[in-house]
């Protein structure tokens, strides 16, 4: 299958395959849909049902795949997609390949912020280093 190069903010190619692109809309959509329908308490239990049924934790270039994949413009952008919704996204293209990582969501109190992020191996991915001093976990999954 054709493969699209997109370069990563560490300049870096990154190539996805078109399936891999459609794959990640239709999850950023599924969770746009789940965290709109949902509490996070089920959508919490839902991730870990999955999660148990993985081989393993998903590896940096898989990760890197399915991190373009679930921020592409398109069909997802119809409404408000954040940190929330893509890093769902990111862990729901990781269980589709039966591969885990770790769901994050956290607080910081002053001034008031929420955000959510992805862990592969204790490490978020993608994120600011010092996330974990900015924000205490409320969620984990």
Same mark, same amino acid.
């Given at each position: 299958m054709k493969s699209q190069v997109f370069v990563s903010s560490r300049y870096e190619e990154i190539k996805i395959s078109l399936l891999d692109r459609i794959a990640g809309q239709l999850l950023v959509l599924l969770a746009? *849909? *789940?965290?709109?329908? *949902?509490? *996070? !308490?089920?959508? !919490?239990?839902?991730? !870990?049902?999955? +999660? !148990? %049924?993985?081989? %393993?934790?998903?590896? @940096? @270039? @898989?990760? +890197?795949?399915a991190w373009k994949a679930v921020r592409q413009l398109g069909i997802a952008s119809l409404g408000r997609v954040a940190c929330l919704e893509l890093s769902l996204a990111f862990m729901l293209f990781a269980l589709t390949r039966r591969l885990s990582a770790t769901w994050c969501v956290g607080v910081s109190i002053n001034p008031f912020a929420a955000h959510a992020w992805v862990e592969i191996n204790g490490i978020p991915f993608k994120e600011q280093d010092e996330i974990e001093h900015l924000y205490k976990k409320i969620l984990v999954v």
């Open positions: 746009y *849909l *789940l965290i709109g329908f *949902l509490p *996070l !308490s089920t959508i !919490s239990k839902i991730i !870990s049902v999955f +999660k !148990s %049924r993985c081989g %393993r934790e998903i590896y @940096e @270039e @898989e990760a +890197k795949v």
